[in-house]
């Protein structure tokens, strides 16, 4: 049983976070920096921003004006000196991690703040190990919404792609403070993963390989417990409404912000509902007007700000 939110928000460990990758560059190739570097390093000032606005309004739901205002004054410079810290910290601490000259090294960056202003930043080393500044350009290409348009292969289609098998809850999932905002507090998300029958989805399984789908109480679906989930119908690409309950993540707004996608409401199907073969017949399951179902061996898209954009294929037991 979960805690009430005045527990949750009062408990001394409780923290507002954000994840997102970071890149450490060896200060040769920084001086000055090519243009592949130049490219990661503009999305990243872009990103940035966007993750301390995200922290602000955060910082604001959960009435800790003073830090608000702090992020807000501040700007992204303000975590840009944690993760670089982070990052200069964990190289020295392994100098396997630090990038010779024409490489680069990646990390995955949780980055956490109390209601006192304390950040700590907890930074894992991805793999693979060392690449080449000659590789970051697909890095930065992975970040930038997919074309707008271009729909998915057919569901009865082999693809060529080692996709994300994308399951979805059991039990519905309240929509709160704790899944609009990314929060210290995942009990729902752990729990929504613990009730997966994909013997793939573990706890530490990444979510380019396997995820699961929430939905709230009225059955629309909101989110995957790692990432923001994007569907095709009606000739676009949409995604859950904010109102459905959702995390509003980073990678989520650049999508609608750059025209990849709209708001929409995507249902859990009707009893009964079969797997289907087309794009034409997925196209058709809006009916009356009313929000559009998922479909079980749909492709979809996925994203989140440390793996990018990826693709899934639904599967509904």
């Given amino acids: 049983m979960f805690s009430t939110s005045e527990e949750i928000v009062s408990s001394p460990k ?12 060896n200060q040769a190739d920084l001086n000055p920096p090519q243009d592949d570097v130049k490219d990661w390093q503009n999305q990243h000032e872009t990103n940035l ?18 830090l608000a205002t702090h992020i807000q004054q501040s700007g992204p410079s303000l975590l840009e000196q944690h993760l670089f810290q982070a ?12 990038p010779e000259a024409g490489s680069f090294r990646m990390f995955r960056t949780r980055l956490e703040i109390s209601n006192t202003g304390s950040i700590t930043v907890t930074i894992t080393a991805m793999t693979p190990a060392s690449q080449p500044i000659s590789l970051l350009t697909h890095e930065t290409s992975v970040f930038n919404p997919p074309p707008r348009q271009s729909p998915p292969p057919l569901v009865s ?16 999932t309240a929509s709160t403070l704790f899944t609009t905002h990314k929060t210290s507090y995942r009990a729902p998300y752990d729990t929504a993963r613990s009730r997966s029958h994909s013997p793939q989805l573990t706890p530490t399984t990444p979510p380019t390989k396997a995820e699961v789908l929430l939905f709230n ?3 629309e679906i909101t989110e995957a417990s790692f990432s923001t ?9 949409i995604t859950p409404h904010a109102s ?4 509003l993540g980073v990678t989520r707004r650049r999508a609608l912000a750059g025209g990849f996608c709209v708001e929409g409401v995507v249902t859990l ?18 009916v009356g007007g009313q929000p559009w179902q998922i479909q079980h061996g749909e492709i979809v898209w996925l994203s989140n700000a440390v793996r990018g954009f990826f693709k899934a294929r639904v599967a509904l037991v």
């Fill in 87 to 98: 990052a200069q910290n964990q190289s020295k601490n392994d100098p396997s991690l630090d």
């Fill in 269 to 286: 199907p009707s009893s009964g509902a079969g797997p289907l073969q087309s794009k034409k017949q997925i196209e058709e399951t809006r």
């Fill in 14 to 25: 409780f923290r507002i976070i954000t994840t997102l990758k970071y890149i450490l560059f």
């Fill in 157 to 172: 289609d082999p693809s060529p792609e080692s996709l994300c098998q994308l399951g979805v809850d059991t039990q519905a």
């Fill in 244 to 247: 459905c309950g959702g995390n």
């Fill in 217 to 219: 109480p009225q059955r």
């Fill in 49 to 66: 921003a966007l993750h301390t606005e995200r922290l602000q309004k955060s910082a604001e739901a959960f009435g800790w004006n003073d």
């Fill in 229 to 237: 989930v994007y569907f095709f119908r009606g000739g676009q690409w």
